[in-house]
Antibody
């Protein structure tokens, strides 16, 4: 079955760029009607959708984060990526990648999550 | 921006029925789904398209959505159902989550 795995630095300095990659295994990122999203969760708080990337390369971002975000997809590597610029301590969170079923309007598969701390 | 509102906490006795609500403007015109998240774990989809259960989700989980409110109902609640629950909907191409409800089984 399809699995997702996040990877990237666990510590990022303030004002720098947070970069994460999600690797899809057990199936092709290009097959089916799916979108590929990033979601974050600060410690003890709720879930926040960050944005999604389509296998076409098109993107949708949360409006409040749009100016700092870039998402991309590499179908040859079965991966999609997140870059969040100019980070502050408020960006410290567990970051999840997730598969979004376009017909179900829901996230049916999630990665295990990766903790990213913004600190000098 | 669109908002979904959930009660911070709900308590239920084992074997009883738990209901968790999610409110949003004309939410009934959108599809709602629900996730269960246990401490230290990733969220798990338990209801999608208002009332459908993914494979492997027990029948005691059910959902409804009408007007401004979606509801997750857990019948015959078990201790293992104690978790945080989040509702979610699409709005104008973006995704919105509710703030989450902590379900305590006591």
């Amino acid at each position: 079955q399809v699995q997702l795995q996040e990877s990237g630095p666990g510590l990022v300095k303030p004002s720098q760029t947070l970069s994460l990659t999600c690797t899809v295994s057990g199936g092709s990122i290009s097959s089916g009607s799916y979108y590929w999203s990033w979601i974050r969760q600060p410690a003890g708080k709720g879930l926040e959708w960050i944005g999604r990337v389509y296998t076409s390369g098109n993107t949708n971002y949360k409006p409040s984060l749009k100016s700092r975000l870039t998402m991309s997809v590499d179908t040859s590597k079965n991966q999609f990526s997140l870059k969040l610029r100019s980070v502050t301590a408020a960006d410290t969170a567990v970051f999840y990648c997730a598969r979004e079923d376009s017909s179900g309007y829901a996230f049916d598969i999630w990665g295990q999550g990766t903790m990213v701390t913004v600190s000098s | 921006s669109y908002e979904l509102t959930q009660p911070p906490s709900v308590s239920v006795s084992p074997g009883q029925t738990a209901s968790i609500t999610c409110s949003g403007d004309k939410l009934g015109d959108k599809y709602a789904c629900w996730y269960q998240q246990k401490p230290g774990q990733s969220p798990v989809l338990v209801i999608y398209q208002d009332r459908k259960r993914p494979s492997g989700i027990p029948e005691r989980f059910s959902g409804s959505n009408s007007g401004n409110t979606a509801t997750l109902t857990i019948s015959g609640t078990q201790a293992m159902d104690e978790a945080d629950y989040y509702c979610q909907a699409w709005d104008s191409g973006t995704v919105v989550f509710g703030g989450g409800t902590k379900l305590t089984v006591l």
